[in-house]
């Protein structure tokens, strides 16, 4: 293919070039129990097309019914992003024909979005340092996703080449709100960071609205990046190009390095950029040309005559406003600060998506360092191993706490506690439970491990010989016996003490 | 929305024609660019009435904030959900390929 040989212009040498401009659209589903504009559920995953009824099914005569909770999500949002929200505003059909819009228009927002003018801080490291970057936001408006089409024949199973497709329409009036950037000018060398920082940022603050699920990987949250190219920072914006379908944060930054290099490579060969869409394709990491965008009077937008107006009245908008969560890059902040930690080890329980249930377990009782060891060790393990969400294993920050509480009494110890665990998250109860009913203890009387020494000493006489020598390492080998002998149950510093003790040696 | 009543073009009407997905022939494309300019200049005569302290309005009841609560009702079944379709396949509507993105 023509495109996989593109030419791309080195990216210093870009740089040195051009300056670029960014915009992003970022298309957010909502996690209301129900669709937009009907009350069809909104569950993950449902056998096709039964998440249906005739209004998200486009059938004639059915009319929209809209969510309140969409519409406060998308006012929360916007006010989490510093926006102004609207006193008065409508929905617009945006015409179009696609399978998988059975409707044969989306009801979207045009020239009255709900939510505008606002502005994120982003913070994205460089080799001298982090650093915070304000990309302002144009608007936030409220609309419907579509259904999801599978296309099928052909040799490649995408839409080129396939003989027919099939829709499932359980998708389709889910709500989604489309976050718009301003153009995001003064960014340089490190537009690629600032984009996904961007990003990045936006989705801490969606996940802390508790307004989506947020998980690119499953497309609650979709990104279409546009790029630009001009000689330099004070040249009116270039022609741009959109591309879609990037879908991790890691793409987000590819995606516009590579539409740098290879729109610099154009330019400085003479050609132009075409403003059309782009695909971007994860496994080779380039885009390729779509369609020439429509232009926006081909959608023939216009009011939509079947939902009445919203005047959010200013009383709504401050109520709304006083149930915003603190800023998550402040919180952030102020919790490393809290726990003595640096930004890596905050970014490890961040990443994790720990930050919540590491809070809420040290304000159970346990240690910072505990806390933070048990959800992205051991728990981030086995959300890992069944592919669920660490929140979603049923164990309580509590719980993790009196875990930890035992470990560090000596009722358990450390590879003791991951059973205890495990029998939690099996459902046989509390880790006290847990403990009594499994017979986890750690042997802390004297008696039965004085006679797993005994007998371990007696088995190898050598060692006990080197040990009375003097040489204390070799203790090693009896207290794996020890260890062993118990199942695990013995606390292997005591025993350690008890074999000095027996065989009458200073450790 | 245009301004300029009266004129429509014959090549008006065929980019709508594409927008609508309708083939439209010779004597259509005449025909529909005079009907058209006709309504234009129909609607347009609104404007005389309408003065500059009328606001513009697209719904004629005076009502907003119309909302319903974030509570699932009953859905079509599968079968329902189908029973229209001209084609189904695995539970899903099936559709003649899909071209325009080429």
């Known amino acids: ?507 | 929305m245009p301004e300029t009543a009266g004129a429509i073009t014959r090549e008006q009407v065929a980019h709508l024609g594409r927008l609508a997905r309708l083939s439209l022939t010779e004597d259509e494309l005449d025909r529909y660019s005079a009907q058209l300019a006709d309504i234009v200049a129909a609607v347009a005569r609104v404007t005389e009435v309408a003065t500059p302290d009328v606001p513009a309005t697209s719904h004629p009841m005076p009502l907003q904030n119309v909302f319903r609560d974030d509570v699932p009702r009953p859905c079509l079944s599968q079968e329902q959900a189908l029973a229209g379709a001209p084609d189904a396949e695995d539970g899903r509507f099936r559709v003649p390929r899909i071209l325009d993105e080429e």
Not at chain 1, 109 to 135: A, H, K, L, M, N
Not at chain 1, 140 to 161: F, P, Q, S, W, Y
Not at chain 1, 308 to 319: D, F, K, L, M, Q
């Open chain 1, 1 to 507: 293919m023509s495109q996989a040989t593109m030419e791309l212009m080195d990216f210093d040498e870009a740089m040195a070039r051009f300056d670029p401009v960014l915009g992003l659209e970022v298309h957010v589903e909502l996690s209301t129990a129900t669709k937009m504009f009907c009350g069809c559920p909104t569950t993950f995953g449902a056998e096709p097309n039964t998440q249906v009824c005739p209004v998200c099914l486009g059938l004639p005569g059915a009319l929209p019914a809209l969510n309140r909770m969409g519409v406060e999500s998308a006012m929360r949002i916007g006010l989490a992003l510093h926006c102004e929200v609207a006193e008065w505003c409508r929905f617009a059909r945006k015409n179009y024909f696609y399978p998988d819009m059975p409707k044969n228009f989306q009801t979207s927002q045009y020239d009255e979005p709900i939510c505008s003018d606002g502005w994120i801080d982003v913070d994205y490291d460089t080799p001298e340092g982090r650093r915070t970057f304000r990309v302002g936001i144009e608007r936030a408006h409220m609309e419907e996703d579509t259904g999801k089409n599978v296309h099928l024949g052909g040799a490649t199973g995408r839409i080129h080449g396939a003989d027919y497709s099939l829709v499932d329409y359980n998708r389709a009036g889910i709500p989604l709100i489309e976050i718009v950037t301003k153009p995001i000018e003064g960014a340089g060398r490190y537009a690629p960071e600032v984009a996904r920082a961007y990003v990045s940022a936006l989705r801490d603050l969606l996940r802390a609205l508790e307004v989506s699920d947020v998980r690119m990987e499953q497309g609650s949250l979709r990104c279409d990046v546009n790029v630009s190219l001009r000689p330099s920072a004070d040249a009116p914006f270039g022609t741009r190009s959109e591309t879609k379908n990037v879908n991790s944060l890691r793409s987000v930054e590819r995606s516009v390095r590579y539409e740098i290099g290879r729109q610099a490579a154009l330019l400085a060969g003479g050609g132009r950029v075409v403003q059309e869409t782009r695909h971007w394709h994860e496994d080779t990491g380039l885009t390729t040309s779509g369609r020439s965008k429509e232009e926006a009077e081909d959608y023939r937008y216009f009011p939509e005559p079947d939902l009445v107006p919203i005047a959010p009245s200013r009383e709504w908008v401050e109520a709304l406003r006083a149930t915003l969560p603190e800023n998550p890059a402040a919180r952030r902040n102020r919790l490393a600060a809290a726990w003595g930690i640096g930004e890596l080890e905050m970014s490890t329980v961040v990443n994790a998506g720990a930050l919540d249930l590491v809070e809420a377990t040290i304000a159970a009782g346990a240690d910072q360092a505990a806390a933070r060891k048990w959800w992205t060790g051991e728990l981030a393990r086995v959300a890992r191993e069944r592919g669920v969400e660490l929140r979603d294993l049923a164990i309580t920050p509590a719980q993790v706490a009196e875990v930890e509480a035992l470990v560090q009494a000596g009722t358990v110890n450390d590879k003791l506690a991951r059973q205890v665990i495990e029998g939690v998250l099996a459902g046989e109860g509390g880790p006290g439970e847990v403990v009594a009913a499994r017979g986890l203890a750690v042997v802390s009387d004297d008696g039965p491990l004085l006679a797993a020494i005994d007998d371990a000493l007696a088995a190898q006489p050598d060692v006990a010989e080197k040990i009375r020598g003097g040489k204390v390492q070799a203790a090693g080998a009896i207290v794996g016996a020890v260890m062993k002998a118990t199942r695990g149950q013995a606390d292997a510093a005591r025993v350690r003490e008890l074999i000095f003790q027996r065989l009458g040696v200073e450790a």
